[in-house]
């Protein structure tokens, strides 16, 4: 798209999974959309890089987590897309500089299970509401918690044990042969998009709703925010009126987490793991990351570090994750694992001026701010993402979904005449 339709039925501001869901759906109940990117890509924080490895990376979402419930799942299958099944298991782990026999490892794997049993059942009390207060005693517990940003964003002791408990949890974690980020752009092909168009102000003042960028100001009957809390929360984007106090307290209470991956690929001829190989490495205090290896059934591994460790890492500068990735290979594996390591790369999402972070988590206390953030401003101005989600918060299908939900708000509305055209 390379010009700016000039008074569209909708503004969509962001092309991640949830601005391209929503678009498509309004535009196939026939109404005119314009979707405005900030970034020169579509997929947002769910994007395929095929220009490091042989192997396609997601940089950002990578799962079709519960795969059951998923509607990306289900269209995946139906399209005949190859789909990774595998389930992953731990093989490894080195706990406070320690490697775990096997049978510590498969205690440790236990106390895993445990741990989120422990939260969700404690979330159903009126005890506390920080996961860090719920988990239950035992010698694996100082390694095992960090696991909880691996899955939220967050840390421990900053997220709230309702908000997870809320999941909705569901059998299979697949992968998408090709990348999912790929598999999502190919499903929203036919939305237009205008990329490096980054919207500084939405004005919703008067009888329409109007999005001001450095291409020009484009005008609407409804809006719709996509962009992540940590953008929201930043206040790269001026809105006027100020949105209301109810919905900037909600974003306070939505923190947007971290999770940055570091992929790692290896010659062919290093044969010691295999598809589904998952280990952690625990040096010691927040140093922690997770290692899964043979990627789609090939040498590709990626690392995952999180939360606060992974805000640190980023501020010691490109670099600093992949290093502590390898250390912990070289722990792991021997000194001579790296010697069969072709080619890595990580990411950096707090430093995306696009995302300023991967996923959201609520804060003790504020698992119902999600369900604030999802309200409506005034019949036109919507949101949408992860983050609006109580049930699939922090994956592409509950961006997927929110999409599809803010869609048909906006189609109900438009087709009962509440708002638009010569709107009263």
Not at 189 to 209: F, H, R, T
Not at 303 to 314: N, Q, R, T, Y
Not at 356 to 372: E, K, N
Request: hydrophobic share 40%.
């Amino acid at each position: 798209m390379s010009t700016l339709p000039n008074n569209p039925d909708v503004i969509v501001v962001g092309a991640g999974t949830a601005g391209l869901s929503a678009a498509k759906s309004l535009m196939h109940a026939g109404l005119e959309v314009v979707v405005l990117e900030a970034q020169g890509h579509v997929g947002g924080r769910c994007v395929t890089d095929t220009s490091v490895f042989d192997t396609p990376f997601d940089r950002g979402g990578s799962w079709l987590h519960s795969a059951e419930i998923n509607p990306l799942a289900q269209l995946a299958n139906d399209a005949g897309v190859r789909l990774h099944k595998k389930p992953w298991r731990w093989e490894q782990v080195i706990s406070n500089g320690r490697k775990l026999n096997e049978q510590e490892v498969s205690a440790y794997v236990s106390y895993q299970d445990s741990m989120w049993e422990a939260v969700h059942e404690a979330s159903k009390d009126d005890t506390s509401d920080v996961i860090e207060d719920l988990l239950p005693r035992s010698p694996w517990k100082d390694t095992a918690r960090h696991f909880v940003a691996q899955m939220l964003g967050g840390d421990a002791e900053v997220t709230s044990a309702t908000d997870s408990a809320r999941y909705g949890d569901a059998e299979g974690d697949w992968l998408v042969s090709g990348g999912l980020g790929a598999f999502v752009k190919s499903l929203h092909a036919d939305v237009p998009v205008k990329l490096n168009c980054p919207v500084s102000k939405i004005d919703y003042s008067g009888n329409d709703v109007q999005a001001v960028t450095p291409d020009g100001t484009v005008k609407a009957d409804y809006l719709v925010v996509t962009v992540s809390t940590g953008v929201l929360s930043a206040e790269t984007i001026m809105f006027n009126p100020v949105l209301p106090d109810q919905k900037r307290t909600a974003i306070g209470q939505l923190p947007n987490g971290l999770l940055n991956k570091i992929g790692i690929e290896f010659d062919p001829h290093w044969k010691e793991v295999h598809e589904g190989y998952m280990a952690d490495y625990h040096s010691d205090g927040n140093a922690f990351c997770t290692l899964l290896f043979g990627f789609f059934n090939t040498n590709l591994a990626v690392g995952f570090v999180a939360g606060s460790f992974a805000d640190l890492l980023e501020q010691e500068g490109e670099g600093a994750a992949q290093s502590f990735c390898l250390e912990g290979l070289r722990e792991l594996f021997g000194n001579d694992v790296t010697k069969h390591v072709i080619r890595t790369t990580e990411t950096a999402w707090r430093n995306n001026p696009a995302t300023i972070g991967s996923y959201s988590y609520a804060s003790p206390g504020c698992a119902d701010a999600r369900s604030v953030l999802a309200e409506p401003v005034d019949d036109r101005l919507f949101f949408a993402g992860e983050a609006t989600m109580q049930d699939a918060f922090a994956t592409v299908h509950g961006a997927y979904l929110s999409g599809k939900n803010v869609a048909r708000e906006i189609i109900e509305r438009h087709s009962s005449g509440k708002t638009g055209k010569g709107r009263t």
